[in-house]
């Protein structure tokens, strides 16, 4: 984590004209109560990503006013069997819609459709039938900070292949990340 951390930073850094912020994340895979069947919710999670500004004060009917940012992500689920450790990293470019409400107390919300990519087919007692995924993302936090440049934001997190092939057990976690907006 602390490399994958260190070298976010150093590449925004270098190339801070081509990202607006980064994040962080922890959180929990989750049972089988949503769209997964199967569960994850002995895994631990840890991620990081870096956000670009795509459009900014889009509007849409019926959708209001919104930004749209595209989102380089990755993810570690770990679980601890006995002594041998599973691991999945999951890779994902979204773009997310991101809508702020300020009357709600800075209100934030989120949704994210895209691609991700999963080092394995096969975790703890999920089974996909292809590395290549959908990546989906729905999120509700704040923003503060002097300029509001800091954001909170509980996720519910999916990849799943949509029911392109078989099998389509899916991957859900929640993850609580916190974002600097540069």
Do not use: C
Request: glycine letters at 10%; zero cysteines.
């Amino acid at each position: 984590m602390r490399l994958v951390l260190t070298l976010m930073i150093l590449l925004s850094s270098v190339f801070s004209h081509a990202a607006d912020g980064l994040f962080v994340s922890v959180g929990s895979g989750m049972g089988d109560a949503l769209i997964q069947s199967g569960s994850t919710s002995s895994a631990s999670v840890k991620g990081a990503g870096i956000r670009q500004l795509g459009f900014e004060g889009v509007e849409f009917p019926h959708l209001g006013e919104f930004d749209v940012t595209w989102d380089l992500e990755w993810y570690q689920l770990q679980h601890q069997q006995q002594s041998t450790p599973q691991t999945l990293t999951i890779w994902a470019v979204k773009p997310t819609l991101l809508w702020s409400w300020p009357e709600i107390g800075n209100t934030v919300t989120e949704f994210g459709l895209g691609v991700g990519h999963l080092s394995s087919t096969e975790y703890l007692m999920i089974q996909t039938s292809s590395h290549l995924q959908f990546a989906i993302h729905l999120g509700v936090g704040w923003q503060f900070g002097e300029a509001e440049q800091w954001r909170t934001i509980l996720r519910y997190n999916h990849y799943s292949n949509g029911y392109l092939d078989q099998p389509n057990p899916g991957v859900d976690f929640m993850s609580l990340s916190l974002y600097y907006q540069f």
